[in-house]
């Protein structure tokens, strides 16, 4: 096991493994330079450090010490939570934030009304992202109290759009205040416990019969064309503006609460089709069962796993080994696909998902060595690294060649070999995005499947 902490100021791996004789005791070293092994041994019962030695050659506290080795569990612990290995990247996969050349960014400000752009939204040139508003929960009387700043001729603070080659819009920043925008403009709530305006409690904007608004129970002149005639400030990402500045300026204004991770924020630039696809991809039967069920897709992980395979089923030979930038890119080339090829990607996702299931069972996806499999032993967890490369072998093998062997017969063979490889094991534990080690886990599982179908 491997755990990044922070000691003397610098970045070190905390190479971790429990003891045999005691599970509580966890022992290891740090390792900053090759040439530079610090070794720290410590005792953790139930989460607490009751008991820790270290080099003498590291001079930081032993109290500073404990904090950062807390921290470090902790993250530890939350990645596993989601039903993953910890990913350990290798140093080109570190996604450093380089700088650009400003003359990149491309960024025009535009003025549109209310009306215009409730009209854009209904004809799909501004895209709301409906799947990503999980976390929409403004109740009516929040959102009555931003419709009565726009009666109230108050500015609203600036919208972000990103523009597509197509030029469509998503909406970058202010999602939430345009979607409560387009809501009341299509009646669907009305107004409560406005703070000046009160003689405007419970209207709704417009007369709509079909559902059984009179014009009684709704807004009445000057104020329905105050709402209409409102003016929104708009900031657009210019389509000509390379991915990574598009990326970097997300992060800088985006203004949510929680902070986006980097698949939540990938589906901001996901037009709906590429949306419908990987939220199809991450929750079905298939994907379920493979995986034991165990990963959860509050934070788009599901839907993360659904990218990489694409990106490697597809476009595997552009892999450079930054995982980050790759996906990112993928992401932009199912943009561009048509519903028919992203309909073939999503067959053969399913059906590679159904294989592994007869292959390996309730080891799908999982670094399992032989005593693993033992009645009683503690489930791994899942493996990124063999979920894309077992994932992706199996797309486009003859189905009658699987099925025609015993289920789950070939999890013992695996097991096996993660034994016995120790060149293999450690490509699956340590620098898991890189390129070479991806490359090289996809060369020995080829071969591993192709002699056990063989045989």
Not at 236 to 265: C, H, M, W
Not at 269 to 283: G, P
Request: aromatic fraction near 14%.
């Amino acid at each position: 096991m491997k755990i990044n902490a922070t000691i003397d100021y610098t970045e070190y791996d905390l190479e971790l493994a429990q003891s045999l004789d005691d599970e509580r005791n966890w022992y290891g070293y740090l390792v900053g330079d090759i040439q530079d092994k610090k070794y720290i041994q410590f005792i953790l019962q139930e989460g607490v450090v009751v008991e820790l030695s270290v080099d003498e050659s590291i001079s930081t506290e032993k109290g500073i010490i404990l904090e950062r080795l807390i921290n470090a569990f902790r993250e530890f612990n939350e990645a596993q939570q989601m039903g993953f290995e910890p990913e350990y990247v290798s140093e080109e996969d570190a996604d450093e934030k380089k700088p650009y050349d400003p003359e990149l960014i491309r960024v025009r400000p535009m003025f549109l009304s209310a009306f215009q752009v409730h009209r854009d939204i209904t004809k799909g040139k501004i895209d709301l992202n409906p799947d990503f508003q999980r976390n929409f929960v403004w109740s009516d009387i929040q959102k009555s109290l931003l419709i009565e700043s726009m009666l109230l001729k108050i500015p609203l603070p600036a919208f972000y759009f990103s523009e597509d080659k197509y030029g469509r819009y998503q909406v970058v920043d202010g999602l939430q205040r345009l979607t409560v925008i387009n809501q009341f403009l299509n009646n669907e709530f009305k107004l409560r416990n406005l703070q000046y305006l009160n003689q405007l409690e419970g209207l709704y904007f417009s007369e709509d019969l079909e559902k059984k608004i009179s014009s009684k129970k709704a807004l009445y002149e000057p104020y329905d064309s105050r709402v209409e005639s409102t003016q929104l400030n708009i900031n657009v990402i210019e389509a000509s503006s390379p991915l990574r500045v598009k990326y970097d300026i997300f992060y800088r204004i985006n203004t949510g609460g929680r902070p986006l991770n980097r698949q939540e924020i990938r589906n901001c630039f996901a037009t709906e089709k590429t949306r419908r696809l990987l939220k199809n991809m991450a929750i079905n039967d298939s994907f379920n069962r493979a995986t034991g069920y165990s990963v959860k897709d509050t934070r788009m992980d599901s839907q993360e796993l659904a990218l990489r395979y694409c990106g490697f089923y597809k476009y595997r030979l552009y892999y450079a080994g930054d995982m980050n930038s790759y996906l990112d890119n993928v992401l932009e080339r199912l943009n561009d696909l048509s519903n028919d090829d992203l309909e073939a990607i999503q067959l053969k996702y399913f059906n590679s998902l159904d294989l592994a299931y007869h292959l390996f069972g309730q080891y799908s996806f999982r670094k399992c060595l032989p005593q693993h499999l033992e009645v009683g032993s503690r489930r791994q967890f899942l493996n990124k690294a063999m979920f894309i490369v077992w994932t992706v072998i199996l797309s486009d093998i003859e189905v009658e060649r699987v099925m025609n062997k015993p289920q789950f017969e070939f999890v013992s063979v695996l097991a096996q070999e993660l034994d016995y490889n120790d060149e293999l094991f450690v490509a699956l534990t340590t620098g898991t995005t890189d390129r070479y080690n991806l490359e090289f886990v996809f060369e020995q599982f080829n071969s591993l499947l192709d002699n056990y179908l063989n045989a």
